[in-house]
């Protein structure tokens, strides 16, 4: 049980285009869901929190017009990085809460490289 | 708010040994701890977790002991396999802050055959 599932795994884009990223919790229900960004050797940074029929929450330092985030069902969350460039390349992973405790599940991951 | 860690700390064991992985947390208010896995190129994965009012569980083959008078979590590997090579994150969930997550900068666990 709490599987996420991520797609893309992997995306290759030209500077200025826009990115959307699939986020689904596959066997429960999740109203919150969340997005981070990871860089080499690096932790897990959250970008933002995700609520199911609300707007998302973004951390300190993150742009909420570059990294459109949609909810619109219990199992779905979008990331979109909009007009991408190089710096934006990274590991993007969403995570989904179960409806009964405050663990986490990962997605896989989706490594974006923008050229 | 998040650690960004610019050097993964390392530990290497020999197959068969005990491993320790430790990690400081720095919120008395967190309520809630995990330990994840994370392989190259892949999304952590949930090993154990653990309470504050608790200070010790137990899994298979692993073990979480909280020190919450010194905020320190640890992660006890035991009969470490080359499988169990990775990047241990410990995260605290703060009380009250919408289950968001506060990650540690993690350790590479290498396994020596």
């Known amino acids: 049980g709490a599987v996420v599932s991520q797609h893309p795994s992997r995306v290759i884009c030209k500077s200025g285009t826009s990115v959307k990223i699939e986020c689904r919790s596959l066997d429960f229900q999740a109203t919150t869901m969340f997005w981070y960004r990871q860089f080499p050797k690096q932790s897990l940074m959250l970008m933002a929190t995700s609520n199911e029929g609300s707007k998302a929450t973004y951390e300190q330092g993150v742009e909420k017009d570059k990294f459109l985030i949609n909810h619109a069902s219990l199992t779905l969350s979008t990331l979109t990085v909009t007009s991408a460039h190089p710096e934006d390349s990274s590991f993007y992973i969403c995570s989904a809460r179960t409806p009964t405790k405050d663990t986490q599940y990962f997605g896989p991951g989706t490594r974006l490289t923008v050229l | 708010g998040e650690s960004v860690g610019l050097h993964l700390p390392t530990l290497s064991v020999q197959e068969g040994d005990n491993s320790i992985i430790n990690c400081a947390y720095s919120?008395?208010?967190?309520?809630?701890f995990i330990w994840y896995k994370q392989e190259s190129g892949k999304g952590p994965q949930f090993i154990i977790d653990?309470?504050?009012?608790?200070d010790k569980r137990q899994g298979q083959r692993v073990t979480v002991l909280l020190n919450k008078t010194v905020k320190h979590l640890s992660l006890q590997i035991a009969a470490t396999q080359p499988g169990d090579s990775a990047v241990y994150f410990c995260a605290e969930n703060i009380s009250n802050q919408g289950g968001k997550l506060i990650f540690g900068q993690g350790t590479e666990l290498s396994v020596k055959p």
């Open positions: 653990i309470r504050s009012n608790m």
């Open positions: 919120n008395s208010a967190s309520d809630y």
